[in-house]
């Protein structure tokens, strides 16, 4: 058996820093961590603290980089999967189109489990998942 506790940290490329904290900060409530100068790369705490905590970073890519494929089965990364409580789903859903975003939901697939799915500003599929 593994001694591993748990994933602590997603760490994605951004084309544009400030479109992606409007994003996980202003729009999912993520909260930054790290100092304002850190090396340009910010790192966003997702939940409640932790010892370790689990934490989305954000990076940017190169001003010279062509960024990630516009068709999603090209990527890397298939989407990013975040927890709510199962009682705050539906207002959360009903905030996120509010806000302008196109919510499509979803059914896991084996798991009691119902999820909504947005876009980053940079095309990543995010999901915002919670017990049926």
Known sequence: MSAIRGLTELVIWVRDMEKALQFYRDAL???VMSP???RGAVFLQVGESKEVPQQIV???LPKDSPGAPAERS???LHHIGLELAAQDFEQERERLQSLGFEVRLG??????LRGMYIDDPD???V?????S
């Open 74 to 76: 090209q990527r890397a």
């Open 36 to 38: 304002p100068d850190f």
């Open 29 to 31: 409530g993520l909260t």
């Open 58 to 60: 954000l990076v940017p």
């Open 127 to 131: 999901e915002l998942i919670a017990l």
């Open 107 to 112: 059914e896991h697939p084996f798991l009691p």
């Open 123 to 125: 095309g990543n599929e």
